[in-house]
């Protein structure tokens, strides 16, 4: 019954795009399971792995689309949360090595060894049990961003101060995570994952499982954001990004909206983040870079702010463009990147899906016309 509420209350093209998501998800993984790799319709492991990095990025994008494309909080700091998310997951997969490590340790990870740990440390304490991490994935980022949200809305910082003010916390978080003493691999970071649930992680049906979980991921994120963007709540937080001191003056506490949307929107960047380690086989300080935050939001800037389709699209296109300049010309990589910011900024405020909405919506007028 549920269901059927969210699914009525969401749009036609919005319906479409969760099927497609969820038909891609779980076409590709059928067609490298069941299919004989000879086979023109066969889906290499890379193909699964990229397709799976690919829907965690579409779901980073998406929780950054919740805050600013519907609440005008423009956050350089979600690397973070999707970092925390991850480096749950890292921590989990960690204790599933045991004695299969360099060292034969049964408790230490390998690092710890080398750093000559004489003991766990406190907070590894329950990772070697999904049924702890699993919740830690969700619960650690969403406590930063409830810390955070509470004292910065609040305060009522806004506007570029909240940007600099997050992208100074997933600095910060780069720099401690950077230190051996955190116990979490310092520079190196986590690695060498053996197992999750007991399938191993280098299998392909592992990896095929993994790319049908980011798909259906994504998917239930998308519902929730229509489910959240489409109610009143989601009426009240538009207003909030168009016009907040009338909000205030209406008598809203508009510290409670940014505070409910910014703690969702991390705990989404969590789950992604715990999805894309496993399948990339490493977590590390790097993914705390302000400039992985950047990232996201030129994703976002680039499908279309406000759209919930358009950061998936967004960051497929992004990402696909990355993958493809940096292995035929690394060199130009970074100076694309920043031309498409400035062109997308100049021509494309509305992104490609904006862009998709004005054209269609003008082939009425035209036969009209006609």
């Known amino acids: 019954m549920i269901t059927r509420f969210l699914w009525n209350g969401m749009s036609r093209n919005l319906r479409f795009f969760v099927v497609l998501v969820l038909v891609v998800g779980t076409a590709m993984p059928l067609l490298n399971q069941l299919l004989p790799k000879d086979s023109p319709f066969y889906a290499p492991a890379y193909v699964l792995q990229l397709l799976g990095k690919y829907l965690c990025y579409a779901s980073l994008a998406l929780a950054v689309d919740l805050v600013w494309g519907f609440c005008g909080i423009l956050s350089l700091g979600h690397a973070a949360f999707f970092a925390l998310g991850g480096y749950c997951m890292g921590m989990y997969l960690m204790r599933q090595i045991g004695t299969r490590g360099v060292y034969g340790n049964p408790l230490l990870p390998d690092f710890m060894v080398f750093l000559n740990y004489p003991e766990l440390p406190w907070f590894w304490h329950g990772f070697r049990y999904f049924w702890f991490a699993g919740p830690m994935i969700v619960i650690v980022p969403s406590l930063l961003a409830l810390a955070l949200g509470w004292f910065a809305f609040r305060s009522r910082v806004t506007g570029v101060y909240l940007s600099i003010i997050t992208q100074a916390m997933t600095y910060a978080l780069l720099l401690a995570f950077f230190r051996n003493d955190m116990g979490l691999g310092g520079n190196n970071g986590l690695t060498d994952f053996k197992d999750i649930l007991g399938f191993s992680v280098q299998s392909d049906g592992t990896r095929a499982v993994l790319c049908f979980a980011s798909a259906l991921a994504l998917a239930i994120f998308l519902v929730i954001s229509a489910a959240v963007v489409g109610s009143r709540f989601g009426k009240a937080l538009t207003a909030v990004r168009d016009a907040e001191s009338r909000m205030r003056f209406l008598g809203y506490r508009v510290e409670g909206y940014k505070l409910f949307v910014f703690v969702l929107s991390a705990a989404m960047a969590g789950v992604a983040g715990a999805l894309y380690v496993p399948q990339v086989g490493i977590i590390n300080p790097s993914e705390f870079a302000p400039g992985n935050s950047i990232e996201a939001v030129l994703w976002v800037?680039?499908?279309?702010?406000?759209?919930?389709?358009?950061?998936?699209?967004?960051?497929?296109?992004?990402?696909?463009?990355?993958?493809?300049?940096?292995?035929?010309?690394?060199?130009?990589?970074?100076?694309?990147?920043?031309?498409?910011?400035?062109?997308?900024?100049?021509?494309?405020?509305?992104?490609?899906?904006?862009?998709?909405?004005?054209?269609?919506?003008?082939?009425?007028?035209?036969?009209?016309?006609?």
């Open 301 to 370: 800037a680039v499908g279309g702010r406000g759209t919930l389709i358009g950061p998936v699209v967004g960051a497929f296109i992004v990402n696909w463009a990355k993958t493809y300049l940096t292995g035929a010309l690394p060199e130009v990589w970074l100076f694309a990147l920043g031309a498409l910011f400035v062109l997308v900024t100049l021509f494309l405020p509305r992104g490609v899906v904006g862009l998709w909405g004005q054209l269609t919506a003008r082939r009425p007028r035209k036969t009209a016309t006609a």
